[in-house]
């Protein structure tokens, strides 16, 4: 299985920082990795996929870059509903397809 | 509205058994594969299982092969999760999720989960 690995685990910011999230594959994954939103008791919801295409309706401060086995999640300038954790998911090879641990983001 | 919802979870001793429900409406429902996603308390998030549009393919997670059976009911727009043998360790929030991809030629190119269900908790306890 391809291990996802995502640092840091947390991270405090504050509203209008710039936010780089980290998530690297155990082997390479191409380009094929989404990343995930999740707000505390709701389902996640899908901000970016193929490694940096923005999905539909998810505002344009959120980007997503790398390939082969490095990747970032970048929040160009945190608002205060981008609070929550997030996840990145290879979508390379499966089953299964693999979630990183998560990174929770935080208010400083 | 494209929408999912799940029910069917609930409290069940281990060993016992359980079966999943996942309601679709607003989309096309038998044109997309589909997955079963769960949470356990306070952890991160872990890909169960998913099936074929037509349901003749199927790929599950080694932790619950041979435990767990994913199935769907196009007519009925419905995704379905039998869960049997169940420990304390399958203690989650599953979600039923639609999986976001592109037909190239012949081939199928999976992008990720792009609508998701509002999960459904269960717990495996005596």
């Known amino acids: 299985d391809i291990q996802m690995t995502q640092s840091p685990s947390s991270v405090s910011a504050s509203v209008g920082d710039r936010v780089t999230i980290t998530c690297r594959a155990s082997q390479g994954i191409s380009s094929w990795l989404a990343w995930y939103q999740q707000k505390p008791g709701k389902a996640p919801k899908l901000l970016i996929y193929a490694a940096s295409s923005l999905q539909s309706g998810v505002p344009s401060r959120f980007s997503g870059s790398g390939s082969g086995t490095d990747f970032t999640l970048t929040i160009s300038s945190l608002q205060p509903e981008d609070f929550a954790t997030y996840y990145c998911?290879?979508?390379?090879?499966?089953?299964?397809?693999?979630f990183g641990q998560g990174t929770k983001l935080e208010i400083k | 509205e494209v929408q999912l919802v799940e029910s069917g979870g609930g409290l069940v001793q281990p060993g016992g058994s359980l079966r999943l429900s996942c309601a679709a409406s607003g989309f096309t429902f038998s044109s997309y594969w589909m997955s079963w996603v769960r949470q356990a308390p306070g952890k991160g998030l872990e890909w169960v299982a998913n099936?074929?549009?037509?349901?003749?393919?199927?790929y599950y997670v080694d932790s619950v092969k041979g435990r767990f059976t994913i199935s769907r009911d196009n007519a009925k727009n419905s995704l379905y999760l039998q869960m049997n043998s169940l420990r304390a360790e399958d203690t989650a929030v599953y979600y039923c999720?639609?999986?976001?991809?592109?037909?190239?030629?012949?081939?199928?190119?999976?992008?990720?989960?792009?609508?998701w269900g509002q999960g459904t908790t269960v717990t495996v306890s005596s």
């Open positions: 999720a639609r999986d976001f991809g592109d037909i190239v030629g012949l081939r199928y190119y999976y992008y990720g989960m792009d609508v």
């Open positions: 099936i074929k549009q037509d349901g003749s393919e199927k």
């Open positions: 998911q290879q979508a390379n090879s499966f089953p299964p397809y693999t």
